[in-house]
């Protein structure tokens, strides 16, 4: 089997950040509706719309699940050869609670990522060399249009 075949179950999650500005929130209702025609199309057997926060604390204890969500990204991401950076981005800021100094990861506004199976096969936005890859970039793939969602150059093979 080639690395742009399905193997089975393909679920989108699109992440926004949980406060958006009026135009990133039509573009997310504009990405939600394209996940829908991918969905009634079969190129997509099932997606969800979630919300992130803008940053977290990386040792907050009420952040574990977004942090375990960015730790597999960033796995992903050294598997294939690319970078997160600058979508995702850790900054040492003040915390307004305490005043100390401390790690903050701060997300994107708008993250998409594919599972096929169970199994991360691909995170957008994310840079391969000096290219940059959107969300539009990895709704193109999933729709065949253009790059794989493993990150390779070959179109997606569409469903059965």
Do not use: N
């Not at 135009?23 to 997310?28: E, I």
């Not at 969905?39 to 009420?62: L, Y």
Request: hydrophobic letters at 40%.
């Amino acid at each position: 089997m080639t690395p742009t075949e399905r193997t089975g179950d393909r679920r989108v999650v699109l992440s926004l950040r949980e406060t958006l500005p009026e135009p990133a929130a039509r573009q997310r209702d504009r990405l939600a509706d394209r996940l829908r025609e991918l969905e009634a199309a079969g190129q997509v057997d099932s997606f969800e719309v979630t919300t992130c926060p803008k940053r977290i604390r990386s040792e907050a204890p009420e952040a574990v699940a977004a942090r375990d969500r960015y730790l597999a990204f960033a796995q992903w991401a050294r598997d294939r050869g690319v970078r997160l950076r600058p979508f995702f981005a850790t900054r040492e800021c003040y915390a307004a609670d305490t005043g100390e100094l401390c790690d903050w990861l701060v997300f994107p506004a708008i993250t998409l990522a594919v599972y096929d199976e169970g199994d991360l096969v691909a995170v957008y936005p994310h840079a391969d060399g000096d290219e940059y890859r959107s969300v539009a970039d990895g709704l193109s793939a999933l729709a065949g249009d253009s790059r794989d969602p493993l990150g390779d150059r070959t179109p997606v093979v569409p469903a059965d």
